[in-house]
């Protein structure tokens, strides 16, 4: 049950280091990470440590780049990410 919601856009969260990551959204503040390989702007380190991750993965590298834990295929390692993102599958 999603019980931490931001009390900027009323999103809900399961757990609350996703709410204090996804509070950084809200900041005007924050500063952007950018991706060198195709240009998008993340405003979360961990939302741009995701993106990397899937770059790798679609690349051949079956090592997550948030946790730094191996997998053995890259949809396994896909189905991990989503642990990052603070949805539940």
Same mark, same amino acid.
């Given at each position: 049950?999603?019980?931490?919601? $931001?009390?900027? %856009?009323? +999103?809900?969260?399961?757990? @609350?280091?996703?709410? =204090?990551? !996804?509070?950084?959204? &809200?900041?005007?503040?924050?500063?952007?990470?950018? $991706?060198?390989? %195709?240009? +998008?702007?993340?405003?979360? @380190?961990?939302?741009? =440590?995701? !993106?990397?991750?899937? &770059?790798?993965?679609?690349?051949?590298?079956?090592? $997550?780049?948030? %946790?730094?834990?191996?997998?053995?295929?890259?949809?396994?390692?896909?189905? !991990?990410?989503?642990? &990052?993102?603070?949805?539940?599958?």
């Amino acid at each position: 049950q999603k019980t931490h919601q $931001c009390s900027f %856009c009323e +999103k809900m969260f399961h757990r @609350k280091d996703h709410l =204090k990551n !996804h509070l950084q959204t &809200h900041d005007p503040n924050k500063e952007a990470f950018k $991706c060198e390989e %195709c240009g +998008k702007h993340y405003n979360t @380190k961990l939302g741009y =440590k995701r !993106h990397v991750a899937m &770059h790798s993965a679609t690349a051949g590298d079956l090592t $997550c780049k948030v %946790c730094m834990q191996s997998y053995e295929s890259t949809p396994v390692l896909l189905e !991990h990410l989503k642990s &990052h993102s603070g949805k539940s599958s």
